[in-house]
């Protein structure tokens, strides 16, 4: 994605407790000479900010033009992670745009394939199975954080039907009321009126 040399993007993330984020990015910065994004920006750094869904800060670190950003969740919702670049160029001149490549992995450790090239293959089929496990686990966090995310949407619906069905029969009791208060006023009228 693009971004303004002084202007901060966020992204959301929904994230179950207790998984490992790791995050991988690298920024461009756009010459205007070659009217190209320059392949690497010395000099130039990111910060990088996470807030749980509690609104508590996990991360807040100043990194490099390239790099790699990992924090742990503890609580299941929506995280948010913000990137803004270090330039201190004044606004008038800091209209450089940038460019950033971003990829963030939720959960899951890749394997180092050269390193498993190296070991044998029984050593490589334990690294193996001990990554399928680790991959079952955060398998289980997800599905456990969906199944709280549609226990709590259950029961806001139940009170939502709840709500509706009291509402339903207070007006309804209104209704008969103001229907009990008419006849009874209209019989009284009549009967003061000598029409009945």
Not at 144 to 171: C, G, H, M, P
């Given at each position: 994605f693009h971004i303004g040399e002084r202007e901060e993007k966020c992204?959301?993330?929904?994230?179950?407790?207790?998984?490992?984020?790791?995050?991988?990015?690298?920024?461009?910065?756009?010459?205007?000479?070659?009217?190209?994004?320059?392949?690497?920006?010395?000099?130039?750094?990111v910060f990088v900010t996470v807030t749980s869904p509690s609104g508590e800060v996990l991360l807040s670190k100043l990194y490099g033009p390239?790099?790699?950003?990992?924090?742990?969740?503890?609580?299941?919702?929506?995280?948010?992670?913000?990137?803004?670049?270090n330039s201190t160029r004044f606004a008038v001149i800091a209209g450089s745009k940038l460019r950033m490549h971003l990829d963030i992995r939720v959960g899951e450790h890749f394997l180092d394939e050269s390193a498993i090239q190296a070991k044998d293959k029984v050593e490589e089929v334990n690294v193996r199975l001990e990554h399928l496990i680790e991959q079952i686990h955060h398998v289980t966090r997800e599905q456990?954080?969906?199944?709280?995310?549609?226990?709590?949407?259950?029961?806001?619906?139940?009170?939502?039907?709840?709500?509706?069905?009291?509402?339903?029969?207070?007006?309804?009791?209104?209704?008969?009321?103001?229907?009990?208060?008419?006849?009874?006023s209209l019989r009284d009228f009549f009967i003061s009126k000598k029409l009945v």
């Open positions: 992204i959301i993330e929904d994230i179950p407790r207790d998984t490992l984020v790791v995050g991988n990015y690298k920024v461009q910065r756009w010459d205007i000479h070659k009217h190209d994004f320059l392949e690497s920006a010395p000099g130039l750094g390239q790099g790699t950003f990992s924090f742990t969740s503890y609580l299941s919702g929506e995280h948010v992670i913000c990137f803004q670049s456990d954080y969906e199944r709280e995310r549609e226990e709590k949407f259950r029961k806001t619906s139940e009170e939502t039907n709840s709500n509706i069905l009291w509402w339903a029969i207070v007006q309804t009791l209104i209704l008969i009321s103001i229907g009990i208060w008419q006849i009874k």
